[in-house]
């Protein structure tokens, strides 16, 4: 089965710093890789995604993330921490030819600190 | 267009009553999933539908959950009898086969006392 892991259920960042937050997952055949962010009692809004094609792909409000076959790695970067990045992020992995469900991993929580 | 919706946002119940949650997907989307999100499993799909016919089911807990699709703009997902465990926020997304992602709800919040 597949499954996607996120190292660490919290990281806390100084504003300005730089933003890691990991993601692994396992897969047979590459998947479409998924990062979604959740703010405070609201639902997930899609950050970004690779499907195909080049490795690095850019998403919204200066997110960032490498797909690495060879590590069976997506993590999700940010040169500089904002006040506003504080929320919920999730890994999400949509397995092939499985109709576009999506297994999320457990979320890494964000806490930016002035 | 105005997203998936909702509703309600909350719901408060006692346990062993009856209730259903509602989604409306966006207009011209095949795919509608409803998730549950819980501190102790995450994210995770309860089932998902494609063209108004369930495709895959396996993550539905119990017998006490149903989900229906009578039409492409409405589902709705129902627990009875509600238990306190199934507190929870429901989630539902829909997707266009176009599409590779999938778009979300703002979520119901279900307490059940």
């Known amino acids: 089965a597949q499954s996607v892991t996120q190292l660490g259920s919290h990281v806390s960042v100084s504003e300005g710093a730089l933003v890691l937050l990991r993601c692994n997952y396992s897969?047979?055949?590459?998947?479409?890789l998924f990062w979604y962010v959740q703010y405070p009692n609201q639902g997930l809004q899609l950050l970004l995604k690779y499907t195909t094609g080049a490795t690095l792909v850019k998403g919204i409000n200066g997110f960032e993330a490498e797909f690495k076959k060879s590590e069976t790695s997506f993590h999700l970067t940010k040169p500089s921490a904002h006040m506003s990045d504080a929320a919920e992020y999730f890994c999400a992995v949509r397995p092939y030819n499985q109709g576009g469900k999506l297994i999320f991993g457990q979320g890494t929580e964000l806490s930016v600190k002035p | 267009d105005a997203g998936v919706i909702q509703s309600p946002r909350h719901e408060v119940t006692e346990m062993g009553q009856e209730v259903t949650l509602r989604c409306k997907p966006i207009?011209?989307?095949?795919?509608l999933f409803w998730y549950r999100q819980t501190m102790m499993r995450g994210l995770e799909l309860l089932i998902y539908f494609n063209n108004n016919v369930p495709i895959d089911d396996s993550g539905m807990p119990e017998d006490r959950f149903s989900a229906k699709m009578p039409n492409a703009s409405f589902s709705t997902l129902k627990i009875q009898p509600s238990e306190p465990r199934d507190s929870a926020v429901y989630f539902c997304?829909?997707?266009?086969?176009?599409?590779?992602?999938?778009?979300f709800g703002q979520g119901t919040r279900l307490t059940v006392v």
């Open positions: 897969s047979s055949v590459p998947p479409y």
């Open positions: 997304a829909s997707k266009g086969q176009a599409n590779t992602e999938a778009f």
């Open positions: 207009s011209g989307h095949d795919y």
